[in-house]
T-cell receptor, first 110, second 113 residues
Framework: QKEVEQNSGPLSVPEGAIASLNCTYSDRVSQSFFWYRQYSGKSPELIMS????GDKEDGRFTAQLNKASQYVSLLIRDSQPSDSATYLC??????????FGKGNQVVVIP | DVKVTQSSRYLVKRTGEKVFLECVQD?????MFWYRQDPGLGLRLIYFSYDVKMKEKGDIPEGYSVSREKKERFSLILESASTNQTSMYLC????????????FGPGTRLTVL
């Protein structure tokens, strides 16, 4: 399995601030990237997908992809307490399966 | 809405028992997956299936087997449960294709005593 790294520890941000999450991947040929959100005790749900270099915005979420540097990031603007969750980075491998990072916990402090 | 259901939310079994975890999806998805999720280890793929009667080993297939006799149902079997198989088990499904969304079931928290 190719590696997907999410190295930062838990992230605490004040309400209204920007939360920034990073993810690096090892497979240079990967073309599809996803961010999943997982609330405590719940299953992951897809919040963003990105396939091309650059930024993709969806509401308060922005995904950024840089294939040359092999990283993908997620920005959460105007963070809300409801954004408190674990965020999983996923990369599609050549055999059509997803490789997941271990996740980053985000805590938004009111 | 796509719905992926799993037979149990919580399950307690004894060491050595044969355990069946069932997953059913109602959207005619070709691809189905079984993961386990453990603190600090993230989501790890156990087995997946591209279509009926097809199965592929994931990253940690040891101690598990699967069955896909019908398109909507993907079963995970623990042949002889062990305590190190205590975990959260998540099923997922996806339409075959390049970049379709993968949908997860609610999970089964399995405890092996």
């Amino acid at each position: 399995q190719k590696e997907v790294e999410q190295n930062s520890g838990p992230l605490s941000v004040p309400e209204g601030a920007i939360a920034s999450l990073n993810c690096t991947y090892s497979d240079r040929v990967s073309q599809s990237f996803f961010w999943y959100r997982q609330y405590s005790g719940k299953s992951p749900e897809l919040i963003m997908s990105i396939y091309s270099n650059g930024d993709k915005e969806d509401g308060r979420f922005t995904a950024q992809l840089n294939k040359a540097s092999q990283y993908v990031s997620l920005l959460i603007r105007d963070s809300q307490p409801s954004d408190s969750a674990t965020y999983l980075c996923a990369v599609k491998e050549g055999n059509n399966r997803l490789a997941f990072g271990k996740g980053n916990q985000v805590v938004v402090i009111p | 809405d796509v719905k992926v259901t799993q037979s149990s939310r919580y399950l307690v079994k004894r060491t050595g028992e044969k355990v069946f975890l069932e997953c059913v999806q109602d959207m005619d998805h070709e691809n189905m997956f079984w993961y386990r999720q453990d603190p600090g280890l993230g989501l790890r793929l156990i087995y997946f299936s591209y279509d009926v009667k097809m199965k592929e080993k994931g990253d940690i297939p040891e101690g598990y087997s699967v069955s896909r006799e019908k398109k909507e149902r993907f079963s995970l079997i623990l042949e002889s449960a062990s305590t190190n198989q205590t975990s959260m088990y998540l099923c997922a499904s996806r339409v075959a294709g390049v970049d379709n969304e993968q949908f997860f079931g609610p999970g089964t928290r399995l405890t092996v005593l």
